[in-house]
């Protein structure tokens, strides 16, 4: 089966712009999550969606960070404005309900 | 709230040597108890798990025994290869829900040389 995609891959911006990074999770899984792995450290959640509604999103700075999933599938992250301190890779996750999930190769945010 | 703990890296073997990266973890409730790895380039992959006291997950020759008494996750693989060469990161499951957020340590970067 394929994989969870993500794209773009890598992405540079300045700080206060704006950036978005998209997912797509592996067919007929409803769970998706994102997280933000800083260099050096381990990956933290931000958000986990169950099909299009919203699980937790306790860790998600929800000043400049937004999340959506429409129609349960494709999901995107936008962040607006960035921050120096936003460099980091965000990385997407799906499962199915009940199961342990996979990982996309993750978007590389450089933020200068 | 949870957390993970594990040694930091990098830890530099020659090929064939044994290996531990050593995992401690802090958690309510009965969590589950992961190892993933990341090799560079690529995305995170689940390596192994463990769901419940005692349990030992197994991969690729990699072993993790779940004790519940020390709170420990350790690493082990008898003789690694220079392919062994990642990034290993241990994580939990808070109350062992598949389907729940992972809590993850901060990685242990591992270099095998020939």
């Known amino acids: 089966e394929a994989g969870v995609a993500q794209s773009p891959r890598y992405k540079i911006i300045e700080k206060r712009q704006s950036v978005a990074f998209w997912c797509n999770p592996i067919s007929g899984h409803a769970t998706l ?15 986990q969606f169950q099909n299009n509604g919203v699980v937790d999103d306790s ?10 999933r429409l129609k349960g599938v494709d999901s995107t992250l ?13 990385l997407c996750a799906s ?4 199961r342990w999930g996979s990982f996309g190769q993750g978007t590389r945010l450089t933020v200068v | 709230g949870d957390s993970v703990t594990q040694m930091e890296g990098p ?3 020659s090929e064939e040597a044994f290996l531990t990266i050593n995992c401690t973890y802090t958690a309510t409730g009965y ?18 798990k463990a769901t419940k006291a005692d349990d030992k997950g197994s991969n690729k020759g ?6 519940k008494e020390t709170t420990s996750f350790h690493l082990e693989k008898g003789s690694v290869q220079v392919s062994d060469s990642a990034v290993y990161f241990c994580a939990l499951s808070e109350n062992g829900y598949a389907g729940n ?9 591992l270099m095998v040389k020939p």
């Open chain 2, 31 to 48: 969590p589950s108890l992961f190892w993933y790895v990341q090799y560079p380039g690529e995305g995170l992959q689940l390596l192994l």
């Open chain 2, 11 to 13: 830890v530099t073997l």
């Open chain 1, 33 to 47: 999550y994102w997280y933000q792995q800083i260099l050096g450290q381990g990956p933290k959640l931000l958000i």
């Open chain 1, 59 to 68: 860790q998600l700075p929800k000043d400049r960070f937004s999340a959506e």
């Open chain 2, 62 to 67: 990699f072993e993790a025994t779940y004790r």
């Open chain 2, 101 to 109: 957020m992972l809590t993850f340590g901060g990685g242990t970067r």
């Open chain 1, 95 to 98: 499962s199915l309900a009940g």
């Open chain 1, 78 to 90: 936008k962040i607006q404005p960035a921050k120096l301190e936003d460099s980091a890779v965000y």
